[in-house]
């Protein structure tokens, strides 16, 4: 399994920037999809996530209502639309494949991690 993550870039504070994540060398309906962030000099964190069957998706408190986790399995493709974006939501962002169907928040029920994409916002 390949995940490629994409979709990063420089925002000023208060815009949107839309992660992708595709998937390669297996069928995306066979994971839990999670991403996870990971700025300097602190250690990686959970994001967001979303089952298996895309029903149901969870979300840190300091993301809710500002992003949204999608997935669109025919695409092989995991997705995270990032609005109202604040300084402090710079960092390299992961997405990350788990063999489990919840929407899971831990980094140890992933398997497979991709490269990482780098999201910047100024003040």
């Known amino acids: 399994v390949q995940l490629q993550a994409s979709g990063g870039g420089l925002v000023q504070a208060g815009g949107s920037l839309r992660l992708s994540c595709a998937l390669s060398g297996r069928t995306l309906s066979s994971y839990a999809m999670g991403w996870f962030r990971q700025a300097p000099g602190k250690e990686r964190e959970f994001v967001a996530a979303?089952?298996?069957?895309?029903?149901?998706?969870n979300y840190a408190d300091s993301v809710k209502g500002r992003f949204t986790v999608s997935r669109d399995n025919a695409k092989n493709a995991v997705y995270l639309q990032m609005n109202s974006l604040k300084p402090e939501d710079t960092a390299i962002y992961y997405c990350?494949?788990?063999?489990?169907?919840?929407?899971?928040?831990?980094?140890?029920?992933?398997?497979?991690w991709g490269q990482g994409t780098q999201v910047t916002v100024s003040s």
């Open positions: 979303i089952s298996l069957s895309g029903a149901r998706t």
């Open positions: 990350a494949a788990g063999s489990i169907a919840a929407p899971m928040s831990q980094r140890t029920q992933y398997n497979y």
